[in-house]
RNA sequence: CGGGACGUGGCGCAGCCUGGUUAGCGCGCCUGCUUUGGGAGCAGGAAGCCGGCGGUUCGAAUCCGCCCGUCCCGACCA
């Protein structure tokens, strides 16, 4: 491919919207370019990074039994009211009507739309298994779309969903899936970590997350040192230390005047302790009305857990107005003794002896408050984010918190839709049986901009071989000596027909500029032919990243590429 | 939605506080000449309803109000 017949508008600097690395330099190699808010077109290069993610993905898939449809971008309402989460999704799912008036929305995720389809087509034992794949973009109105391709609005999925004929045969896909979106990202280049994750508002029973790890990520993960426990940090289960419910103290509750004093930190200052010893009392606000929540001070509340302690959709911190109405004091002052409300305490509070909690009366605190004893609690639970200092849920082992970015997420989803939709099917013994279903996601768009996450220096992005828009950055210097022109030529020609990728930069550029945007591109391979070279017969090649250039003589060019490619794609 | 920042040729920015006559700089773009191993030099040139609307004023990029858009931090997720 010629560099100047391609639409690859690099940029010399950094777009002022671009924060995130792979933002930042998306759109510097001419790769992608902002529509709207969290929409981006993909020019020429950004396209082929799309299609070789793409690739990988289908050959896996299909590798693993699964078979590619296309599904609706658009879908119409009545199905989403049967599964019943036309109201349950919220705003992040783009409503619509037609001329007619009629409810649509812009699919976020198929399960409803498959589920239909598999309803009308599929009805005996004898159609099963099945694993439908598509790979099409999807449309999440996302809160705060950021960092570029990471979180778009309008982004490229592939989703798979599998039907089984009994949860057996379901766990046996779902580790087929599991086997494959390893092979996936491996082939990818990508250096991930699978972790448990919680299944979320998709629903279901267990899942992993795909993450690929980049100081960047929107995720934090927790991973044991010692065994092979990983998890988001949503789901990460806090492990029940030694020990057993307090005794309470013989000391009474004592009222401290604690004026203007707020925070966990104000708190132990104030009162010279550790914020061990305190417990914050969090008001929140759910679809099912209001609840308290009590953290150790020291702790952080785990918003995901305390969801689905409460089987409620909807949790939000109650507004400074409404923790008075509630409590009866300002923000900073509330506490468990002789609130009414639902009283949810994480497992750390149980075992607090004598802790200090807000008195519920502006600029007072109370001590020597005793779980047991001065306050009724609803339910005590794992409600707490896990940490570095905790041990490993599983072995006890010592604990590392990661970040990572996820981009593939397999769900088990066991009857949820096919009840909903009424999906089933007769088996041998002519009687009817709901479909058990999995659900596979994978970012396609979203890999593209992980993979820069991971790869990139301060001269542009290092992409693996398997996802470099091209292989081969093939760079003449002085393209006017006929010599070299016709070298150049001639290479190109002969690296195509070997298979190789090339982009031949025959731009009337400088040296120095050629240099700077093949490295930009993040091209595996460069190869620089000029007259000092040639008059040896060689070329130089240089690995991306790498700090040296490597005379490869002419003859020897293609097998040497060919080959360090092969070693690259077969990690 | 809450908090913060920003909006000036294609891109990055200055000018605004302290209103004033042709709105500047760098990069990019076009033409010519000279250059050619890490983002060249010289000369010439094109290109801006200063995000929009309204107000204050003799006069608004500049002051005020409203709106729109974008980005960053938090609540959602592939």
């Known amino acids: ?20 690395v792979s933002h930042r330099l998306l759109l510097r190699a001419g790769m992608i370019r902002k529509l709207a808010s969290g929409i981006y077109n993909y ?58 008036g009629r409810d649509c929305c812009f699919g976020p995720t198929h399960e409803e739309v498959i589920t239909d389809l598999v309803r009308k087509e599929v009805h005996s034992y004898r159609q099963l298994p099945l694993n439908l794949y598509q790979i099409q973009v999807k449309f999440r109105d996302e809160i705060r779309p950021r960092f570029g391709l990471i979180r778009g609005r309008e982004f490229i999925m592939k989703d798979a969903y599998s039907f089984d004929a009994d949860e057996t045969g379901a766990e046996a896909c779902y580790r087929l899936m599991y086997d494959a979106y390893n092979r996936i990202f491996t082939r990818c280049g990508l250096v991930f970590k699978v972790v448990e994750a919680d299944s979320g508002p998709i629903g279901g029973s267990f899942s992993h997350e795909f ?51 707020r925070t966990v930190e104000e708190v132990a200052a104030f009162l010279k302790v550790t914020p061990a010893d305190i417990v914050k009392t969090l008001i929140y606000e759910t679809d099912e009305g209001s609840v308290a929540v009590l953290i150790r001070g020291d702790h952080e509340v785990n918003e995901v857990k305390v969801k689905n302690l409460l089987g409620v959709t ?44 807000g008195a519920n009366r502006d600029n007072y605190h109370l001590k020597q408050v005793h779980p047991g004893r001065d306050m009724k609690i609803t339910e005590v639970a794992d409600l707490r984010s896990i940490t570095a200092q905790d041990p490993c849920p599983r072995c006890r082992g010592a604990l590392m918190l990661l970040r990572g970015i996820e981009v593939g997420h397999i769900f088990k989803l066991g009857l949820k839709y096919s009840k909903a939709l009424k999906a089933a099917y007769l088996d041998a013994e002519g009687k009817e049986q709901y479909l058990y279903m999995g659900c596979y996601g994978i970012g396609v768009s979203r890999i593209m901009a992980a993979a820069i996450e991971q790869g990139h220096d301060a001269n542009g992005i290092i992409f693996p071989v398997a996802l470099a828009p091209l292989q081969v950055g093939l760079i003449p210097i002085a393209l006017n000596d006929p010599a070299v022109r016709e070298c150049v030529e001639g290479l190109h020609a002969d690296l195509e027909a070997a298979g190789l990728e090339v982009l031949l930069d025959d731009r009337d550029e400088r040296p120095g500029v050629k240099f700077k945007d093949c490295d930009l591109l ?50």
Not at 554 to 559: A, E, F, N, S
Request: with cysteine; charged share 25%.
């Open 1 to 20: 491919m010629l560099f100047s017949r391609l639409l690859i508008p690099t940029l010399k600097e950094n777009p002022a919207e671009a924060e995130a």
């Open 43 to 100: 020019l020429p290069l950004g396209l082929r990074v799309l299609r070789k993610v793409e690739r990988i993905v289908r050959e896996e898939m299909d590798r693993a039994g699964a078979q590619e449809v296309l599904m609706p971008a658009v879908q119409p309402a009545e199905l989403w009211h049967e599964s019943r989460r036309w109201q349950v999704y919220g705003k992040e799912l783009l409503r619509f009507q037609d001329r007619h």
């Open 211 to 261: 993450m690929v790890l980049a100081d960047t990520g929107e995720d934090l993960l927790a991973s044991c040192t010692s065994c092979d426990y990983a998890a988001n940090l949503e789901k990460a289960a806090v492990a029940l230390e030694p020990g057993s419910a307090s005794k309470p103290a013989g000391d009474a509750l004592e009222l401290v005047h604690t004026p203007k004093v």
């Open 314 to 357: 909807d949790l939000i911190l109650a507004g400074l107005i409404r923790v008075q109405e509630l409590t009866g004091a300002e923000v900073g002052f509330a506490g468990p003794v002789g609130l009414k409300l639902p009283i949810y305490a994480d497992q750390a509070v149980a075992r607090m002896n004598a802790m200090i909690t």
């Open 522 to 571: 993040g091209l595996p391979f460069r190869v620089v032919v000029g007259a000092k070279a040639l008059a040896q017969g060689a070329a130089e090649v240089r690995h991306r990243g790498a700090p040296d250039n490597l005379m490869v003589p002419l003859q020897d060019l293609i097998p040497y590429l060919k080959d360090q490619i092969a070693q690259e794609l077969h990690v």
